[in-house]
């Protein structure tokens, strides 16, 4: 289950792959891949990798100079794509069948997180928009609150995002963390004030 991306952008398909081969492969054959655009979803091969979590993909990306600021057709970035990034029905039940032998579903619970940290490291690395604003009015602060994830807000936060910028709801991040009672995210971006 995933996304299925049109042939003639077979960049995109392998860096949500997480083939790095082949994706240094495309790149090596004609550098102007790096940041092609797929026509189905708009996404370059920098969203792809994101999208999926693929570490080594985004870092052999951004090493070639892929650009973070390219935007999709629902106008995110790459970097939308690491915020809103939480755990697939395969990891949950994971983790569930796993929980109850010496904590192992735990372990890898941590280590999921670690990896969303990482990559939003990576990005947050770059020269990466980091108020850059969807179609619903989301920044990836929006979306780190929305999915709770306390591991990316003061890395966002540290970068100065915007704790003020409103939504097509008319929601800014600390009125998400409010709503949904995630009062350890709704401290971070009170204290960030």
Same mark, same amino acid.
């Given at each position: 289950?995933? +996304?299925?991306?049109?042939?003639?952008?077979?960049?995109?398909?392998?860096? #949500?792959?997480?083939?790095?081969?082949?994706?240094?492969?495309?790149?090596? !054959? /004609?550098? %102007?891949?790096?940041?092609?655009? /797929? *026509? !189905?979803?708009?996404?370059?091969?920098? +969203?792809?990798?994101?999208?999926?979590?693929?570490?080594?993909?985004?870092?052999?990306?951004? /090493?070639?100079? &892929?650009?973070?600021?390219?935007?999709? %057709?629902?106008?995110? !970035?790459?970097?939308?794509?690491?915020?809103?990034?939480?755990?697939?029905? #395969?990891?949950?039940?994971?983790?569930?069948?796993?929980?109850?032998?010496?904590? +192992?579903? #735990?372990?890898?619970?941590?280590?999921?997180?670690?990896?969303?940290?990482?990559?939003?490291?990576?990005?947050?690395?770059?020269?990466?928009?980091? /108020?850059?604003?969807?179609?619903?009015?989301?920044?990836?602060?929006?979306?780190?609150?929305?999915? %709770?994830?306390?591991?990316? +807000?003061?890395?966002?936060? *540290?970068?100065? &995002?915007? !704790?003020?910028?409103?939504?097509?709801?008319?929601?800014?991040?600390?009125?998400?963390? *409010?709503?949904?009672?995630?009062?350890?995210?709704?401290?971070?971006?009170?204290?960030?004030?």
């Amino acid at each position: 289950m995933g +996304i299925s991306y049109s042939y003639s952008e077979a960049i995109c398909q392998a860096a #949500y792959s997480g083939d790095v081969h082949q994706v240094h492969q495309l790149v090596k !054959t /004609d550098i %102007k891949n790096l940041n092609v655009q /797929d *026509e !189905t979803f708009g996404d370059t091969p920098i +969203i792809a990798a994101c999208r999926r979590g693929n570490v080594r993909t985004v870092k052999y990306l951004l /090493d070639q100079k &892929a650009d973070v600021s390219i935007r999709n %057709k629902k106008k995110r !970035t790459c970097l939308h794509y690491v915020a809103k990034k939480t755990f697939t029905f #395969y990891d949950y039940l994971m983790i569930i069948i796993l929980m109850p032998i010496l904590l +192992i579903g #735990y372990l890898i619970m941590k280590t999921i997180q670690k990896k969303h940290v990482n990559l939003m490291k990576l990005l947050l690395s770059s020269k990466v928009e980091i /108020d850059a604003v969807d179609y619903k009015g989301n920044t990836a602060l929006h979306y780190a609150c929305l999915n %709770k994830s306390h591991g990316l +807000i003061p890395l966002l936060v *540290e970068r100065n &995002a915007d !704790t003020s910028i409103r939504n097509n709801d008319n929601e800014s991040p600390m009125d998400i963390a *409010e709503r949904l009672k995630f009062l350890k995210g709704f401290i971070l971006l009170k204290k960030s004030k």
